[in-house]
């Protein structure tokens, strides 16, 4: 499989701003030094490289339709994370990219959206959340739906608050639990207790979702429930990816490379597809 040199080189890109989410996350702005825009589309990654750390896929969490920067939600978990997590505005680092499959927007125009976010998952449906928000006249409605483990693991709670309160979308939020001595007047319960409450057009829907895995299987429950086939199902998919080319083999699910095949995917794709949810 032809590769193009740019997809091995990195460029590099300076940290315009950084911003707390939660204890563990962050939120990284990027710009490359060249003043080129990465050109990426919403569910896409970039691989992102710290000399002397190494090189770790990262998914985009803003709409290429906010500017030329690009932007992501980063949790502390490895090497590369942690030491992203100690950066400062101004610094620099080197990005491979966009690689892999996108939300399919031309599919989605005109349809009502379910966008249903589990934990870190709304880091990369935020790029489609933002999408829709700066071209709402293209879908017919739009709803998210996200579920957090406690209130002090809800990301994006400013953004999420315009969501609930303004006119673009509905928005749907629960935690797991609430901690003891702690305030929490939303929903409380897994995410799929949210699902029931909603009202859509099962002909005319799609449902966007992302998140761990263990979610998946049990969120596809309730909206096989309320009337959505595999075919009206878009999933984002986590494997642990490493080259984002193809070559090293460690994203595959049976004959597909979640790196390059995925990791966005139409539920009918890959239903029949061992291990892939």
């Known amino acids: 499989m032809a590769q193009n040199l740019v997809d091995y080189l990195p460029f590099p890109c300076k940290v315009t701003s950084i911003t707390d989410l939660t204890a563990q996350e962050k939120l990284f702005r990027f710009e490359r030094i060249d003043g ?11 691989q992102v490289s710290i000399v ?3 090189e770790a896929p990262i998914s985009v969490s803003s709409s290429l339709t906010r500017g030329s ?19 400062n505005v101004g610094d620099k ?24 976010a589990g934990g870190c998952g709304l880091a990369p449906l935020r ?24 209130q002090d693991d809800v990301l994006y709670k400013n953004e999420i608050y ?62 096989f ?4 086939t595999p075919e009206n199902i878009v999933v984002s998919l986590e494997r642990h990816m490493k080259c984002g080319v193809g070559k090293c083999g460690h994203c595959t699910i049976d004959h597909l490379y979640c790196c390059m095949d995925g990791p966005v995917f139409w539920l009918s794709q890959i239903k029949d597809v061992a291990n892939a949810l």
């Open 36 to 46: 080129k825009p990465f050109n990426h589309r919403p569910g896409q990654f970039m």
């Open 52 to 54: 002397g750390i190494g």
């Open 69 to 87: 920067y690009l932007e992501m939600g980063v949790r502390k978990i490895g090497a590369l994370t942690t030491a992203m997590h100690e950066l």
């Open 93 to 116: 680092l080197g990005m491979r990219g966009a690689f892999g499959t996108w939300f399919p927007l031309e599919e989605l125009r005109g349809k009502e959206l379910i966008l249903i």
């Open 127 to 150: 790029s489609l959340i933002q999408y829709v928000e700066d071209r709402p006249k293209e879908f017919a409605k739009a709803t998210i739906v996200y579920g957090a483990k406690s």
């Open 162 to 223: 315009n969501w609930q309160y303004g006119t673009t979308f509905d928005c749907l939020c629960t935690v797991d639990a609430v901690k003891t001595g702690t305030c929490w007047d939303g929903n409380v319960g897994l995410i799929t207790t949210l699902i029931p409450k909603l009202s859509f057009d099962s002909k005319n829907t799609v449902a966007v979702i992302c998140g761990p895995p263990i979610m998946y299987k049990f969120v596809l429950q309730e909206l």
């Open 225 to 228: 429930k309320k009337g959505l």
